[in-house]
């Protein structure tokens, strides 16, 4: 396996941290799809209680270049607000990429809201070079993820709150 290409995101949102942990983290695989169902048709548990080492398949809509992912869920603390998981099948790079592992953390803000960090670890197959190119459309797709659940939220102050 050649050396794993790591990219760290940091964002911001005026929705206090615990609301959204719930909503994106713990509540994402019932809410997501019923935000983005042009993108996410659901999201099953198939493995496991949704604790670590359950895998979850997030199933694409049809039309999707893409018709499924799979991860397993590595660490989930609600406490301290932080989320591990590894991609392990599927996704628009499987040709390229043993797996994607991303570590999430979310914090209060000074201003009432949240901010976090969204670290992703990329490790490529051997002799694959990686560019932040390819990387890109799924960051985005990421973010418009948590758009549409900020906007929500934002939306719906009694939801999750």
Excluded: W
């Excluded at 713990?26 to 042009?38: R, S, V």
């Excluded at 603390?77 to 996704?91: C, Q, R």
């Excluded at 043993?98 to 490529?124: F, L, Q, R, W």
């Amino acid at each position: 396996m050649s050396a794993p290409v790591t990219f760290t995101e940091d964002f911001s949102s005026p929705i206090p941290a615990p609301r959204m942990f719930k909503a994106l983290i713990l509540d994402g695989d019932n809410l997501i799809p019923k935000l983005m169902p042009q993108a996410v048709k659901s999201v099953e548990l198939t493995h496991g209680d949704g604790g670590p080492g359950s895998i979850k398949q997030m199933n694409f809509a049809e039309g999707s270049q893409m018709k499924y992912i799979k991860h397993r869920v590595d660490a989930l603390d609600k406490e301290k607000m932080t989320y591990s998981y590894t991609m392990v099948e599927g996704g628009e790079l499987a040709s390229k990429i043993e797996s994607i592992t991303y570590d999430v953390k979310m914090e209060a803000s000074p201003d009432g809201g949240c901010k976090g960090t969204n670290v992703s670890k990329y490790h490529p197959k051997l002799g694959v070079v990686i560019n932040e190119e390819e990387i890109k459309a799924g960051k985005e797709k990421a973010a418009a993820v948590f758009k549409a659940v900020e906007a929500y939220l934002l939306a719906n102050p009694e939801a999750y709150a």
